[in-house]
């Protein structure tokens, strides 16, 4: 019996990724999800008309794979893979109310693309730390894919990497379906910390629109950026990786160019003017490049990588200085 028959996995997160992940995985004939929502009112409504009121309200969430639950530890209670996809800021609270036992000897896979605030690590490293699980039992989810693409089924492609090749392997068959083909890879912090900084790029892509600039200024930021992001990953893992392949690249060409890019949006309300709270208001989503910025610049002051487009989106964020300001300093810069 293959081992995809009768697994159960535990989702923690009530936005339109989990619900997306949810829908992949409820491809698959015969397994379990069990399903941790903050908001009591989705829950009931999910329980009672089988959708997410908050979040792709189309998908259909099937009654006979998807159960929901009100506490974390219920969710994740005999649960072979945990599959966290909250926003990083929110990891912490979410998973308050487990300690170690709760997690031991499940594979935990991150759909996180963003780093625990204040403490500037990986979603992966702070699991594994608080709740003692092996690195080989860690994995992230990454590559381009939107949720929003996801409910409507159009073809996506998804990177699993993990430092075990079994755990990636594993979990590349559970997400692989009629609509998302997903492949295993071996380069764990790479393909995470890549992500996180593909947020930032998209975020600064966002704020030159915002301000005028077209579409040939944001290919040139984008082709500076894998610049910046090979020579910051490469900094803290040096390991030969390739960038240009979908876990990477396609992953930051999508949020940096795409209409569903909540990081974009953000950046665009940033450069037309906004402050960031009434930015965030007005969003109701995370944009996890707003965190994200400043976890990368913290964690670069004892690297001293040169991270220019980083740099100068901290400089608008967090030092409130003019967009335009910030962003004529970085034409200067770029080539």
């Not at 009672?48 to 259909?60: A, E, G, I, R, T």
């Not at 892509?205 to 579409?215: F, K, R």
């Not at 953000?266 to 003017?273: Q, S």
């Not at 608008?316 to 910030?326: A, C, D, G, K, M």
């Amino acid at each position: 019996m293959s081992f995809l028959n009768n697994t159960k996995i535990a989702v923690i997160g009530g936005g339109s990724w989990a619900t997306a992940l949810i829908k992949i995985l409820c491809e698959q004939p015969h397994i379990q999800i069990r399903w941790w929502l903050r908001n009591a009112q989705d829950i009931a409504h999910i329980r009672k008309f089988h959708h997410n009121p908050s979040y792709l309200s189309d998908v259909y969430l099937s009654p006979k794979k998807v159960k929901v639950f009100e506490k974390t530890r219920e969710a994740v209670k005999g649960a072979d893979f945990v599959i966290l996809a909250v926003p990083a800021a929110f990891v912490q609270e979410s998973l308050h109310d487990l300690n170690e036992s709760h997690l031991k000897g499940k594979r935990i896979v991150s759909a996180i693309k963003g780093m625990i605030p204040e403490e500037n690590i990986l979603v992966t490293d702070w699991v594994s730390e608080k709740f003692k699980v092996p690195l080989k039992d860690m994995a992230v989810i990454a590559g381009p894919c939107h949720a929003e693409e996801v409910a409507l089924e159009k073809q996506s492609y998804l990177t699993i990497a993990s430092t075990d090749a079994v755990c990636a392997e594993d979990f590349s068959k559970l997400m692989t379906c009629r609509f998302v083909t997903a492949h295993p890879l071996a380069d764990l912090y790479g393909v995470e910390y890549a992500a996180v900084m593909k947020n930032i790029i998209a975020l600064a892509c966002g704020i030159t629109h915002g301000l005028g600039n077209g579409d040939n200024f944001q290919a040139v930021m984008v082709s500076n950026a894998m610049q910046e992001i090979r020579q910051f990953v490469t900094a803290l893992d040096p390991r030969e990786r390739e960038l240009s392949t979908s876990a990477y690249l396609g992953d930051l060409l999508v949020t940096a160019y795409s209409q569903f890019s909540r990081n974009r949006l953000f950046g665009n309300m940033i450069g037309r003017g906004y402050r960031v709270k009434a930015a965030q208001l007005e969003m109701k989503m995370i944009a996890e490049g707003y965190y994200a910025t400043k976890s990368i610049y913290e964690l670069n002051k004892t690297l001293h990588v040169e991270l220019p487009i980083t740099s100068s989106v901290y400089k608008i964020l967090y030092e409130e200085i003019s967009p335009s300001v910030v962003i004529e300093e970085l034409k200067k810069v770029l080539t």
